[in-house]
């Protein structure tokens, strides 16, 4: 069964006094590794719905929705391509917040009751993202970016637990993510990098195939980005870049 050898990194935190970077190179088989495209979506994109600058969706504001979709195009895709030309497992996980644009994909949405909200949650989210965000902003009519949508069979799901049975089928045990935000839903969502890890799946970050939600104060230094690729190499699994990917993949075509 063919391997390929991927250089990573993570951060030692211990002992405190003295952290800092560490460098390894797992090899593992084609078979047992899944790439993941997180929340790839199409706010901004050229077949999407435009941002509006009413509201703060998506990436939330133009530069990062526009570093997404050129990440998207230039590096997202190409690996997704990488790995289908190897035999890996290209898995796309979205949120089940455009369920209605997939009406084939089973969704609990309309099975969640949610909290009523009081006033000042309220007020804070219409200060946040805008009023009526979820149904009236491009959040409601997004989809997934058409460059980085699913091939053939590759399983399309909203839900950690369904994510987790697909990777069960084919024996997957190692996950590299791509996608958005990195300090957000990489991190936390459904199917994100902490809930996988706590179902036993070794987790890897392609670090230049990501990007968290900037601000137009952090975007110039990438602050939530880089933080949340710090979080996520010191306490939830280690980090790739598409260089180093390509390389290990295209070694296996030669």
Not at 178 to 203: E, I, K, P, S
């Amino acid at each position: 069964m063919p391997k390929i050898h991927l250089p990573v990194r993570y951060y030692r935190a211990l002992p405190i006094d003295q952290p800092g970077l560490e460098y390894d190179c797992f090899e593992v088989s084609v078979k047992r590794v899944a790439l993941i495209g997180m929340h790839c979506w199409n706010i901004g994109c050229p077949e999407g719905p435009p941002i509006d600058t009413q509201y703060c969706v998506g990436m939330g504001w133009p530069q990062a929705a526009k570093e997404a979709y050129r990440m998207m195009v230039e590096v997202i895709r190409p690996a997704m391509d990488a790995a289908r030309e190897v035999g890996m497992l290209v898995c796309h996980v979205e949120s089940d917040w455009m369920d209605k644009q997939y009406p084939q994909i089973p969704t609990r949405r309309d099975h969640h009751i949610a909290p009523a909200r009081s006033e000042h949650h309220q007020a804070i989210l219409d200060r946040a993202h805008g009023p009526d965000y979820m149904t009236e902003s491009p959040l409601a009519r997004m989809k997934r970016a058409e460059v980085v949508s699913t091939q053939g069979d590759e399983p399309f799901v909203f839900y950690t637990d369904v994510l987790h049975e697909h990777l069960k089928e084919h024996q997957i045990n190692t996950l590299i993510y791509t996608g958005f935000a990195t300090d957000m839903c990489v991190l936390g969502a459904d199917g994100g990098a902490r809930q996988m890890l706590t179902r036993g799946y070794r987790c890897i970050l392609m670090r230049d195939a990501t990007i968290g939600v900037e601000t137009p104060e952090s975007f110039p230094e990438r602050l939530s980005t880089r933080y949340a690729t710090h979080l996520f190499e010191w306490s939830i699994g280690y980090s790739t870049t598409f260089g180093e990917f390509l390389k290990a993949t295209e070694s296996l075509t030669e």
